[in-house]
């Protein structure tokens, strides 16, 4: 499905996909830094932002296959730069292993590659009903927003506490339930991470509690030569909690490509 997207600067194309339940706008923070040098593809996934919402299950390769389909109608044929963040690197885990020669460099931000364990699978259909029930993204808001922040961010950010709180509210409960039902289904890519051949940077807030530094270095120390960074005052969401230290290391990481 054609997805609604942000396509906005010069250079080298960047694709950036974002987390769940989130928005193409969790990237805002990155706009102005890296969309001065680079070209920024940012897609709503599927049933988020302002992409269209199908009924039943999201598998996360379905929406790898979306990004795919979005770069062909943009007729970008050459490799390009992929970075994802929890949902969205679980994506970006995907079409490294469906569509390995469109990407040129990876950045896996927030993330992990290890599939649910069945008590974290159960409690994704548990929430997926439970938002069903309430008929909004309520449960899920109240579930999930208290892990994605630092203290820091809670204390010198709540205007971005608040933008994130309103887009997981606008996040419709098929989109919720879809994608909950998605990742429960995704598979463990753990043993496909020392396959992997292009340069790849490993990002994640120190505070990050959902995806955390632990889980992030082992799946740096997995992949060849991958780099790792840790960005302080940031938990799950970094780009957005810390957008000065994730951007140095972003630009970094882009500058020291072939
Ligand atoms: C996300 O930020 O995309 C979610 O925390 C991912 C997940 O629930 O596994």
Same mark, same amino acid.
């Given at each position: ?11 080298? #194309? #960047? #694709? ?14 990155? *706009? ?6 680079? @070209?920024?593809?940012?897609?709503? %996934? ?14 996360? *390769? ?11 109608? %943009?007729?970008?044929? *050459? ?23 469109? !990407? @040129?460099?990876?950045? =896996? ?7 649910? $364990? ?5 409690? @994704? *259909? $548990? ?20 892990? !994605? ?6 204390? /010198? ?13 606008? $996040? ?7 994608? =909950? @039902?998605?990742?429960?289904? /995704?598979?463990? /890519? ?12 490993? =990002? ?10 632990? #889980? ?23 780009? %957005?909690?810390?957008?000065?230290? $994730? ?9 020291? %490509?072939?």
């Amino acid at each position: 499905m054609l997805l609604n997207y942000d396509d906005y600067g010069p250079g080298p #194309v #960047v #694709v950036l996909l974002h987390g769940f339940p989130l928005s193409r706008k969790m990237w805002s923070e990155q *706009e102005s830094s890296l969309g001065s040098m680079y @070209r920024m593809i940012v897609p709503d %996934l599927r049933g988020h932002g302002k992409s269209a919402a199908p009924d039943g299950v999201y598998p996360i *390769e379905a929406m790898a296959d979306d990004v795919v389909e979005l770069l062909d109608a %943009l007729q970008i044929k *050459e490799p390009v730069v992929l970075g994802g963040l929890s949902m969205g690197g679980y994506v970006a885990l995907a079409l490294m292993a469906r569509h390995p020669e469109r !990407f @040129r460099a990876l950045m =896996l931000i927030d993330t992990r590659a290890s599939a649910d $364990t069945p008590e974290a699978a159960q409690g @994704r *259909e $548990t929430l997926a009903k439970a938002v069903e029930e309430a008929g909004n993204a309520g449960p899920a808001v109240e579930s999930m927003l208290p892990k !994605f922040f630092s203290v820091v961010t809670r204390q /010198r950010h709540p205007d971005r506490v608040a933008a994130i709180r309103k887009i997981m509210e606008k $996040t419709t409960v098929r989109t919720i339930a879809g994608s =909950l @039902r998605g990742m429960a289904a /995704r598979p463990d /890519r753990t043993a496909e991470l020392p396959q992997i051949k292009v340069p790849t940077l490993v =990002l994640v807030g120190a505070d990050d509690i959902v995806t955390p530094p632990s #889980v992030a270095r082992a799946m740096a120390d997995a992949i060849p030569g991958a780099k790792y960074v840790e960005i302080p005052d940031a938990g799950h969401l970094a780009p %957005l909690e810390n957008p000065e230290a $994730t951007d140095a290391a972003i630009l970094k990481f882009l500058d020291s %490509l072939p």
